[in-house]
């Protein structure tokens, strides 16, 4: 090999060897890994538990000493993800045993065409008493079952919301009426709008803590371990 070639060898090898050095670094600091970003978060992004709860229906014990809070979405799929994994374990071990309580609260991807009426739906199953079996129903049929989340045609949507209210006994006029009025727009945006507030720009986001020891912020679906982890410290506090 000559002299020449052996110098535009290194030099190709040289190139290659930055632009993969940068493509690491960028990659870090798009994608962090999780523990990373729940540690910043821990540190900066502690809220009061006044602006956490409006009026929402609790699951578990009101007195409970730890709350959860998630941001999300019917059709968002890492939210279904958490509701079919993540929280049948901390229903049982911290809701059902009085350690924790939770609240889900309305964050709406516009993009997601049935996301808004449902949410409706479940505040409307809210009002005579039935938010956690709507709720259920809700995550459980989006995209299997019924798969409400994937139908074109909005009647066909509704029709099922009905036939929900009547699986759960409630009174079908009086649902009907309320998704037609829209009754719970409002209250659904201002859930949109207490995320804004809180920087939220994706779902699911869940705050875990309580007014004297703050939050701890977490994006996505992460590992049940990183849930417990962050309850049993605050139950410690």
Same mark, same amino acid.
């Given at each position: 090999m000559t002299k020449s070639r052996l110098q535009i060898l290194l030099i190709f090898v040289a190139i290659i060897g930055i632009i993969l050095l940068l493509l690491y670094f960028s990659w870090s600091t798009l994608f962090p890994k999780p523990v990373n970003l729940i540690l910043q978060q821990r540190t900066s992004n502690d809220v009061s538990e006044t602006l956490l709860l409006d009026d929402d229906t609790i699951m578990g014990k009101p007195d409970a000493p730890v709350l959860i809070v998630e941001f999300g979405e019917f059709m /968002?799929?890492?939210?279904?993800?958490?509701?079919?994994?993540?929280?049948?374990?901390?229903?049982?071990?911290?809701?059902? #045993?009085?350690?924790?309580?939770?609240?889900?609260?309305?964050?709406?991807?516009?993009?997601?065409?049935?996301? +808004?009426?449902? !949410?409706?739906a479940n505040e409307c199953a809210d009002a005579q008493g039935k938010q956690w079996p709507m709720y259920d129903l809700l995550f459980d049929n989006a995209y #299997?079952?019924?798969?409400?989340?994937?139908?074109? *045609?909005?009647?066909?949507?509704?029709?099922?919301? *009905?036939?929900?209210?009547?699986?759960? *006994?409630?009174?079908?006029?009086?649902?009907?009426? /309320?998704? *037609?009025?829209?009754? +719970?727009?409002?209250?659904?945006?201002?859930? !949109? &709008?207490?995320?804004?507030?809180?920087? $939220?720009?994706?779902?699911?986001?869940?705050? $875990?803590?309580?007014?004297? #020891?703050? +939050?701890?912020?977490?994006?996505?679906?992460?590992?049940?371990?990183?849930? #417990?982890?962050? $309850?049993?410290?605050?139950?410690? &506090?």
């Amino acid at each position: 090999m000559t002299k020449s070639r052996l110098q535009i060898l290194l030099i190709f090898v040289a190139i290659i060897g930055i632009i993969l050095l940068l493509l690491y670094f960028s990659w870090s600091t798009l994608f962090p890994k999780p523990v990373n970003l729940i540690l910043q978060q821990r540190t900066s992004n502690d809220v009061s538990e006044t602006l956490l709860l409006d009026d929402d229906t609790i699951m578990g014990k009101p007195d409970a000493p730890v709350l959860i809070v998630e941001f999300g979405e019917f059709m /968002c799929p890492y939210c279904g993800q958490i509701h079919r994994e993540i929280e049948p374990l901390w229903r049982k071990e911290y809701i059902e #045993t009085g350690k924790a309580k939770y609240v889900f609260r309305d964050y709406i991807n516009l993009g997601h065409l049935r996301a +808004f009426t449902a !949410a409706e739906a479940n505040e409307c199953a809210d009002a005579q008493g039935k938010q956690w079996p709507m709720y259920d129903l809700l995550f459980d049929n989006a995209y #299997t079952g019924d798969a409400w989340a994937q139908l074109p *045609n909005r009647k066909d949507f509704i029709e099922i919301m *009905n036939r929900y209210a009547q699986h759960l *006994n409630l009174d079908v006029a009086l649902f009907k009426e /309320c998704i *037609n009025n829209s009754t +719970f727009g409002e209250e659904v945006q201002l859930d !949109a &709008s207490a995320g804004s507030q809180l920087g $939220i720009f994706g779902t699911p986001v869940i705050y $875990i803590g309580n007014d004297q #020891t703050g +939050f701890v912020k977490i994006r996505g679906a992460q590992p049940y371990s990183v849930y #417990t982890q962050i $309850i049993d410290e605050k139950l410690k &506090s």
